[in-house]
């Protein structure tokens, strides 16, 4: 269904609508509606139908733009859903422009804060103008989105001044992490990074079930793509999307089970160890000759001892195993950690807490050789003072 514009170059405009899905709740709670444009019969790109007004047009086509929108939101079948509204930044640098939109979707009777207004991230840095506006339209009532967060420089002090609800993750960001093991763990920090500014997070551009599981991994909210549903001016309902996105939920619970048993295999084989390393150095045996089990593990990197408030005795100790490290010497500045404190870390706090537990951490990065590792940590009595011996170990490779 479209509807003929003479004034703006004779197009015919109309809507597709493309769902959002939340992963938690597992059942469509958005629509994005997508601009669909003929001219003379001929399909015209969304892109290209902006193109075809002048400038000074821009704005009352934006206007007719969001008009058609809602007409053809309203009757679809969907439940208390958002709608999801792309607005043109060029046709939104002026307060009244703003006020003018407000005004036009009050107008058709939809409840404001049943409308997501995306704002793409680039335009708020190419005119700051744009953030007055977006001010009105929350005022007004209306949720805001920032769009294809992550193209370029992303404005976290932007999304910071806005407090938008959503914030659109772009879809080169999930391409870039499919490959990237390290781009794939930028994901999981931006996406909690977001949450702490109050943002929920969408990632566009699921089309693959890979994508699927990314999303998932990140603790992303909300997902959108090919995968999920294709635009349609009507789109496939959730009875369609939610097997498929089962499926991929089924998929990822397979693998977390693996990954409790590599974890539990390999805190059995540390236990066994640590014992042997904390009797040695009760009985006050010189820690090299105790250190020998801990240092003995398959993917042991390196072991060393925290005093009471995590200070680092002495040097650490490698590997026994003794592999090669590349690029060990570009860190050579950060190799010597005599005297470092490490009191803030998760592995001394919650080992100086429960003393005798055997504690594993999340895994981070190395200081000392940037790589992934995992640090394995039990306080002990030494000469009846508290100690916390530590070993690192490579981060468990679970297969994808």
């Known amino acids: ?36 444009a003929t001219q003379h019969g001929q399909d015209v790109a969304p892109i290209d139908a902006f193109g075809c007004v002048t400038p000074g047009e821009r704005h009352l086509f934006d206007l007719a733009v969001v008009n058609e929108h809602i007409r053809h939101f309203q009757p679809l079948p969907v439940g208390p859903n958002w709608l999801f509204l792309n607005l043109d930044a060029t046709s939104m640098t002026r307060p ?17 804060q049943s409308v997501v207004l995306e704002i793409l991230e680039h335009a708020l840095e190419i005119d700051p103008r744009l953030i007055e506006s977006v001010g009105i339209l929350k005022k007004a009532g209306f949720l805001v989105a920032i769009d294809d967060f992550g193209v370029g420089h992303s404005n976290l002090d932007k999304v910071c001044e806005l407090a938008p609800e959503f914030v659109k993750f772009d879809r080169h960001l999930l391409r870039s992490a499919s490959t990237q093991p390290r781009i794939r763990n930028l994901l999981n920090r931006l996406v909690h990074l977001m ?26 909210d909300l997902i959108q793509g090919f995968y ?5 001016s009507q789109p496939d309902q959730d009875d369609i999307i939610t097997p498929r996105i089962d499926a991929r939920w089924d998929e990822l619970m397979v693998r977390d089970l693996l990954k409790r048993k590599i974890t539990r295999r ?7 160890s640590f014992v042997q390393t904390a009797i040695s150095l009760i009985q006050n045996t010189p820690f090299d000759e105790a250190a020998k089990p801990l240092l003995s593990m398959p993917d042991a990197i390196r072991c ?3 005093d009471s408030e995590g200070r680092q005795i002495g040097r650490n100790l490698d590997s026994l195993h003794g592999k090669k490290v590349s690029g060990k010497a570009k860190f050579a500045p950060l190799g010597d950690t005599t005297g470092a404190v490490w009191s803030r870390r998760a592995y001394f706090q919650h080992a100086i807490d429960q003393p005798g537990s055997l504690y594993m951490s999340e895994p981070y990065l190395s200081m000392t050789d940037t790589r992934s590792c995992v640090t394995l940590s039990m306080a002990i009595e030494i000469n009846e003072a508290m100690h916390v011996l530590c070993a690192d170990i490579l981060t468990p490779h679970i297969p994808r």
């Open 1 to 36: 269904m479209t509807s003929q514009h003479p004034e703006f170059a004779g197009l015919c405009i109309g809507s597709h609508f493309q769902p959002i899905y939340s992963l938690a709740h597992r059942r469509t709670i958005g629509m994005e509606a997508l601009l669909r």
């Open 96 to 112: 009244g422009q703003a006020a003018a939109l407000v005004e036009k979707l009050l107008a058709t009777g939809i409840e404001p």
């Open 195 to 220: 949450h702490d500014t109050g943002a929920l997070v969408i990632q566009e551009g699921v089309e693959t079930e890979t994508d699927v599981l990314l999303a998932l991994e990140s603790g992303c």
């Open 228 to 232: 999920v549903a294709r635009p349609a």
């Open 266 to 272: 390999q805190l059995e084989l540390a236990r066994q």
């Open 304 to 306: 060393f001892l925290l």
